[in-house]
């Protein structure tokens, strides 16, 4: 009884840890008293999140740019709360005459934003100003939802796709483009901060619930569309020849063209019997929808086994203006991709049925799509298409808040380009962001990581991308391979397909690797801070060289050291951050060598030092 009572005291000790030392937010706090979320960092037993279904009937007409849509929406309310208001987000409102943005605009864009022409809320008609919009931001009162409820929304709207400022979304050129966050969609309400009233501004990302969409999509007949979901009516707007090739794609390691360069002169690629063709996609549980259009691209895939227990198949497509030279190689990039991701990091199997790159003006991801803009550098081209694809993990496949915690998805993405970019082209270096977190460490501008991402203004890069990378990376090379896979699928596992926030994904490894870093987490997450790695002193002894490495700044760095001899030979000392795992400032790195040293240097493509100067040490 006595042992198993220390088991018992020994757990509770480790609860009462996790939950003290990483500091907690008094609305993160209330999660866990209402038991909605948990200190070990799964879902509580109350978790809950909510959903719609969205029926989508659009028209997009490529010359005018006219988008006009009915979104049927079915919401319905998981919460145990009674929702008093409804909020909106009407994305295309970024371009409203007179909307706050952080973002240039031109002003041939500036429009009068989503108009809706009609409303009806469960079958009986509404004024459609009950929605009173403020920019991005869209509040219906008056229509209380209960819990478990129901609501059921047809909105009828139109708006003017952009044509100069591409923020994400808009025409790419004439006959071809990309579009976004082009439909009304309910608010993530959840048991955070309720309602997400954050309204959009062209910087920070987005956040949407997991949602059922089916999409009927109009455009002139000899368009071919791209979208999120599945193709479901493949054989009525493809002519027969280029529905086989989709077809035989899909089950066909080799690349294949489905329309080439040839084929675009011939044409005779989609249905032409009538003016215009309805495209249908399906997509279940996913956190948005987005589609393109051209008809002048050509259009290469290929697919792969990517779960080799059940045999399930992803797709890869890259759809691309034949001028881009850098686009040939697109597609097999992706596809390398994610059969990087789906066996070696995060080796889990891809989880949609496709994804298809779109040559576009903007580098950013969707649900199955990535909007990426060509360029000339191989290896540039590399890195943003596996950065992009990688995005498909995180924030998708893991429903976090973008808006918030905008390093909860491209800290992945990056360190997802540090390491699959190196696998698939051997000579990449890449130390994307490295330099300037090393150069704005410490400033006035630099705040925690931790801080939402609305409040980062000029440390929105380095908080989102590098500085959080760093950390996984880090984490990773502490544990080692084996156990930072089991510890991050345990997270995956945990919460895929709902809604993590920070110390959900803190906790979750803690737990998945039966390793306690709270120290970590809180001196590179929490706190402010300096990289700052330093050699002290180099002392020899016959054989025995001694190396005092001190750190001057407050970040727990890995140590790697760089020994140049004399005779021009290199060699290369690592040590992982736990050598600063109990608070000390300095540690002594021992190596033996008969040879002669010309001098020491730290160095890491993917480890900033604000102060660089003493990271080297010449032999006398």
Request: some cysteine.
């Amino acid at each position: 009884m006595r042992y198993i009572l220390l088991i018992v005291i020994s757990f509770l000790h480790y609860v009462v840890i996790s939950q003290t030392l990483l500091p907690t937010p008094r609305n993160i706090q209330a999660t866990y008293n209402k038991g909605t979320r948990s200190v070990t960092g799964e879902p509580g037993k109350n978790y809950w999140q909510n959903t719609a279904n969205y029926d989508l009937n659009i028209q997009f007409d490529p010359g005018t740019r006219l988008l006009t849509g009915v979104a049927d929406i079915v919401y319905i309310n998981n919460s145990p709360d009674t929702l008093h208001q409804i909020v909106f987000k009407l994305y295309p409102n970024i371009y409203q005459k007179g909307a706050p943005r952080q973002v240039s605009i031109s002003a041939d864009d500036l429009t009068d934003g989503m108009i809706i022409d009609s409303l009806q809320i469960n079958n009986s008609i509404i004024p459609p100003d009950a929605i009173r919009v403020n920019a991005t931001n869209g509040t219906l009162r008056n229509q209380p939802i209960g819990p478990g409820q129901k609501i059921h929304f047809r909105i009828s709207y139109h708006y003017t796709l952009n044509k100069r400022s591409h923020i994400r979304t808009g025409e790419i050129a004439p006959g071809a483009a990309f579009i976004a966050y082009f439909f009304p969609r309910i608010a993530v309400y959840d048991d955070i901060d309720g309602w997400n009233t954050i309204p959009y501004t062209g910087t920070q990302e987005f956040y949407n619930d997991f949602c059922h969409f089916s999409a009927a999509i109009t455009v002139p007949s000899h368009f071919i569309v791209w979208a999120t979901g599945d193709l479901e009516n493949g054989s009525e707007v493809l002519s027969p020849a280029f529905y086989r090739r989709l077809q035989e794609a899909e089950q066909n390691d080799a690349m294949s063209w489905i329309v080439d360069t040839t084929d675009l002169r011939k044409g005779n690629i989609t249905n032409t019997s009538k003016t215009h063709n309805t495209w249908h996609f399906d997509a279940d549980d996913v956190v948005d929808f987005a589609f393109a259009v051209s008809d002048h691209y050509v259009w290469q895939s290929s697919s792969l086994v990517v779960d080799p227990k059940t045999k399930r198949r992803t797709r890869v497509d890259a759809a691309f203006n034949p001028k881009h030279h850098d686009y040939f190689y697109v597609a097999g990039d992706a596809r390398k991709t994610v059969e990087i991701m789906s066996y070696t990091f995060p080796a889990w199997p891809f989880p949609y049925s496709h994804i298809t790159v779109f040559d576009g003006l903007d580098q950013m991801e969707y649900p199955m799509m990535v909007n990426d803009n060509p360029v000339e550098d191989r290896h540039e081209s590399i890195t943003l298409t596996d950065h992009e694809v990688f995005h498909t993990m995180f924030p998708f496949y893991m429903g976090t808040n973008e808006t918030k915690y905008a390093w909860m998805d491209e800290g992945w993405a990056t360190i997802g380009e540090w390491l699959i970019s190196p696998m698939i082209d051997s000579t990449i270096v890449d130390e994307y962001g490295v330099a300037p977190t090393a150069l704005n460490a410490g400033n006035e501008t630099d705040l925690p990581i931790i801080t939402p991402s609305t409040e980062w203004n000029r440390a929105y890069f380095t908080n989102a991308y590098p500085k959080p990378a760093m950390g996984y990376l880090y984490v990773k090379d502490y544990l080692g391979d084996a156990l930072f896979t089991k510890a991050l699928h345990h997270y995956i596992r945990q919460w895929k397909g709902k809604h993590p926030m920070p110390n959900d994904f803190f906790y979750c490894m803690n737990e998945g690797a039966g390793k306690n870093m709270n120290w970590f987490w809180k001196k590179w997450f929490f706190e402010n801070g300096i990289p700052d790695l330093a050699i002290t002193s180099v002392k020899r002894s016959g054989k025995k060289v001694n190396v005092l490495i001190t750190s001057k700044g407050s970040k727990p760095v890995p140590v790697d050291i760089v020994i140049e001899y004399k005779d021009g030979s290199k060699q290369r000392i690592h040590r992982n951050i736990g050598v600063w795992e109990k608070g000390n400032k300095t540690v002594t790195v021992s190596f033996v060598t008969a040879k002669a040293i010309e001098l020491l240097k730290l160095y890491h493509p993917h480890t900033p030092d604000s102060y660089p100067q003493d990271n080297t040490y010449e032999i006398k």
